[in-house]
């Protein structure tokens, strides 16, 4: 195996999980994977030179994905909030519950806020990875971080439809 | 004068909850926070979330990667792909040369081949309008209908706006041109990476032909004619991709 191909698969679990986020559908999510890794095997000559690989693979995923949604979404209930998606099988009840919580209430954002946060809070994305993997400015990123805490704040803060949400400790 | 920091901004507080602060602001804002109980117990919410978020989402990269993901699967399946379309194509393709030496802009007789003009004419109008920011396009591609209607009457024929996006390509819009021969029209596309493909269409002379390559100062086009109409395909594109999309515009769907 070349150095190129490990360095490619050892993202893909993190595409696969930034996908399943995106999609909320284990086929559908793995369908985007692969591809966003056919895309960036067979334009691997495309790339900027020295640019980082990681951020690169994000920012196609994202694209394709918009790109899919838009062309979608008129015939099309894929990428609908509220997909089937609830956990791996065998997960304990708890987990799943706790998951599907958390998936909805992310849900609850518009997809560019969303990205953000999953970008920067789980993937651990730089502020300027994330700018450059969404195309926009470092304060667009840090302004959509924002609003989005601020929304799930809110949320949380919710006396009726939130409460569901709120964490139990 | 002496030296003040910064007063503590939103994006401070963005970044203390990401932990992107250098430690002397990360310092500064510690300080200022044990002023602002408020903001602090804000800030530890939105921690918190960053904690939950981790905690619950981050396991879903765990499960074991399926086989049809494997690197060397995708590589296998791309190589079959790649095959089977540059097989077809190959016998089909003639290359153009063309560059500053090659004498495509001196106006020899060669220049007045009608199908050397209309890839230069694409060529020039690829090259002036993919790096256009703000009018790409003079119709968008909401109004795609629309579009083919009118390059349809300007053409003197069906114009069918392609669907490229199963080939990545997303469609941004079309212009009218003047080509020429007459009027000529423009579809621009994009690819995920952002990067720009334009579509030249001239009315046909109702003969068919090969591919025909060429490439100039950097604009990698390919030619080709129906019956119907004369394309000119034009994009940092390899070759390959190229003849990809060019059967995807002849076999939809």
Same mark, same amino acid.
């Given at each position: 195996?070349?150095?190129?191909?490990?360095?490619?698969?050892?993202?893909?679990?993190?595409?696969? =999980?930034?996908? @399943?986020?995106?999609?909320?559908?284990?086929?559908?999510?793995?369908?985007?994977?692969?591809?966003?890794?056919?895309?960036?095997?067979?334009?691997?000559?495309?790339? $900027?030179?020295?640019?980082?690989?990681?951020?690169?693979?994000?920012?196609?995923? $994202? %694209?394709?994905? @918009? %790109?899919?949604? =838009?062309?979608?979404?008129?015939?099309?209930?894929?990428?609908?909030?509220?997909?089937?998606?609830?956990?791996?099988?065998?997960?304990?009840?708890?987990?799943?519950?706790?998951?599907?919580? &958390?998936?909805?209430?992310?849900?609850?954002?518009?997809?560019?806020?969303?990205?953000?946060?999953?970008?920067?809070?789980?993937?651990?994305? &730089?502020?300027?990875? &994330?700018?450059?993997?969404?195309?926009?400015?470092?304060?667009?990123?840090?302004?959509?971080?924002? $609003?989005?805490?601020?929304?799930? =704040?809110?949320?949380?803060?919710?006396?009726?439809?939130?409460? =569901?949400?709120?964490?139990?400790? | 004068?002496?030296?003040?920091?910064? !007063?503590?901004?939103?994006?401070?507080?963005?970044?203390? /909850?990401?932990?992107?602060?250098?430690?002397?602001?990360?310092?500064?804002?510690?300080?200022? +926070?044990?002023?602002?109980?408020?903001?602090?117990?804000?800030?530890?919410?939105?921690?918190?979330?960053?904690?939950?978020?981790?905690?619950?989402?981050?396991?879903?990269?765990?499960?074991?990667?399926?086989?049809?993901?494997?690197?060397?699967?995708?590589?296998?399946?791309?190589?079959?792909?790649?095959?089977?379309?540059?097989?077809?194509?190959?016998?089909?393709?003639? +290359?153009?040369?063309?560059?500053?030496?090659?004498?495509?802009?001196?106006?020899?007789?060669?220049?007045?081949?009608?199908?050397?003009?209309?890839?230069?004419?694409?060529?020039?109008?690829?090259?002036?309008?993919?790096?256009?920011?703000?009018?790409? /396009?003079? /119709?968008?591609?909401?109004?795609?209908?629309?579009?083919?209607?009118?390059?349809?009457?300007? +053409?003197?024929?069906?114009?069918?706006?392609?669907?490229?996006?199963?080939?990545? +390509?997303?469609?941004?819009?079309?212009?009218?041109? !003047?080509?020429?021969?007459?009027?000529?029209?423009?579809?621009?596309?994009?690819?995920?990476?952002?990067?720009?493909?334009?579509?030249?269409?001239?009315?046909?002379?109702?003969?068919?032909?090969?591919?025909?390559?060429?490439?100039?100062?950097?604009?990698?086009?390919?030619?080709?004619?129906?019956?119907?109409?004369?394309? /000119?395909?034009?994009?940092?594109? !390899?070759?390959?991709?190229?003849?990809?999309?060019?059967?995807?515009?002849?076999?939809?769907?």
């Amino acid at each position: 195996m070349t150095d190129r191909s490990r360095e490619i698969e050892a993202c893909i679990p993190d595409l696969r =999980r930034y996908a @399943l986020v995106l999609c909320r559908d284990r086929d559908e999510a793995d369908d985007l994977v692969q591809d966003t890794l056919e895309r960036a095997l067979s334009r691997w000559v495309l790339r $900027r030179p020295g640019g980082a690989l990681r951020p690169w693979l994000f920012a196609i995923q $994202r %694209n394709l994905f @918009l %790109n899919a949604r =838009r062309r979608d979404a008129r015939s099309r209930r894929l990428f609908a909030p509220g997909g089937e998606f609830e956990g791996e099988a065998g997960a304990p009840p708890e987990a799943a519950l706790e998951l599907r919580q &958390t998936l909805e209430m992310i849900d609850t954002l518009p997809e560019t806020q969303k990205s953000a946060l999953v970008l920067v809070a789980i993937e651990g994305f &730089t502020y300027a990875e &994330t700018a450059a993997i969404m195309g926009v400015a470092e304060g667009t990123v840090m302004s959509r971080l924002s $609003r989005a805490r601020a929304h799930l =704040r809110k949320l949380g803060d919710a006396p009726s439809g939130g409460s =569901r949400l709120r964490r139990v400790k | 004068m002496t030296k003040r920091a910064r !007063p503590v901004g939103e994006d401070d507080l963005t970044a203390y /909850v990401d932990d992107a602060l250098s430690p002397e602001r990360r310092a500064l804002l510690e300080r200022w +926070l044990d002023d602002h109980p408020e903001e602090r117990a804000r800030l530890e919410r939105d921690r918190a979330l960053n904690e939950r978020l981790r905690a619950t989402l981050g396991p879903l990269g765990d499960a074991p990667i399926p086989d049809r993901l494997r690197v060397e699967a995708i590589r296998r399946r791309l190589r079959q792909r790649d095959f089977g379309i540059a097989g077809r194509a190959a016998a089909a393709v003639l +290359l153009l040369a063309i560059g500053a030496g090659a004498g495509w802009l001196a106006h020899d007789r060669l220049a007045q081949d009608p199908q050397r003009q209309e890839i230069r004419a694409a060529i020039t109008a690829h090259r002036i309008f993919v790096a256009e920011k703000l009018h790409p /396009v003079e /119709v968008t591609a909401e109004a795609r209908a629309h579009l083919g209607t009118w390059l349809g009457n300007r +053409l003197g024929r069906p114009v069918d706006i392609p669907d490229l996006s199963a080939a990545w +390509l997303t469609l941004l819009g079309g212009r009218l041109l !003047p080509g020429p021969n007459g009027p000529a029209g423009q579809l621009m596309y994009e690819t995920p990476d952002r990067q720009r493909v334009t579509l030249y269409i001239e009315p046909g002379s109702g003969a068919a032909s090969a591919f025909l390559f060429a490439e100039f100062e950097g604009a990698p086009a390919l030619a080709w004619r129906s019956p119907q109409l004369s394309y /000119v395909l034009t994009g940092p594109l !390899p070759r390959d991709a190229l003849i990809r999309i060019a059967h995807r515009i002849h076999a939809p769907g």
